[in-house]
């Protein structure tokens, strides 16, 4: 069994991939006291809009740990790129965080090494008006009961933190078919104002081959009130997709997939006004936009 790390999470937590580059007036990496001028972060600063994912490097020649991060109340792991001491982690900014200034801590051990300035850019997402049964949008009692405990079940499956990065390189898109461009979407399902879509959407047919985004486990195979049949793969690190509405799951829990595996074929099951794919991912807890995978920069 591998190690878990403890993970501390907040509602909004942090979740195609950010510009993260230098800002002048916007503040600089700021060392600790008495911390080597050896310790060197990058970028200074780092900035990105909700629902992107941002990078960072940390290099620690002189040092055999390996340094965590801490961005409001949310745990940021790092992983080793070199034998050089170099660490990088990935911070996604989820779909509801506070625009504005933020810090991110980095520590070794127990000691402070940097203070990174975040900067979070509001985004502007289009309103999605849909028409579905009413019984799937006003739920019995029964019904109500299923979708709380399914919840549930998502959430302890996504909880740990796997101390292994499964996956290497940009992510693949998981079927062909036109991007709808769904990820944020303030849906109206009714008339009726619901949450924010959290996915990407793809226009793909019934019976269209999906494919494992990357490396990854299979954490939890589900038939689920909303999503309809669906898969989840932890990715290792807090990093995490799913692939809902499937007709097909072809893989089974615990089973080790490789990018590009086969999982399932599209499908409409689940609350689902037509076959199509939705594709999630969440990084640490947050809601991210998937496509923010397709260009990590890390091999």
Known sequence: MRMQRAHRRRVWGLGVAATVALCAGLGTVALAAGVSPKVVVEPRVLKGRQGDVVTLTVALPASNLTPSGQLAGQDIPFFRLDDSGRFGALVGI???????KHTLTVT????TVAKVPVVIAAQHFPT???TVPD????????ALTRVKQEQQEVLTAMAPVTAERRWAGPFLLPTDGPLMGSFGKRRIINGEPRNPHSGEDFAAPEGAQVIAANDGVVCLIGDHFFSGHSVFIDHGDGLYTM?????KVLVEPTQRVRKGDVIGLVGASGRATGPHLHWGARLNGARINPIELTHLAFK
Not at 94 to 100: L, V
Not at 135 to 142: F, G, P, T
Not at 243 to 247: I, P, T
């Open 243 to 247: 692939y809902f509405h499937l007709s």
């Open 135 to 142: 019984a799937m949008v006003h739920l019995d009692e029964a």
């Open 94 to 100: 989820d779909i509801d965080a506070p625009a504005g």
């Open 128 to 130: 999605q008006t849909l």
């Open 108 to 111: 070794v051990g127990d000691r």
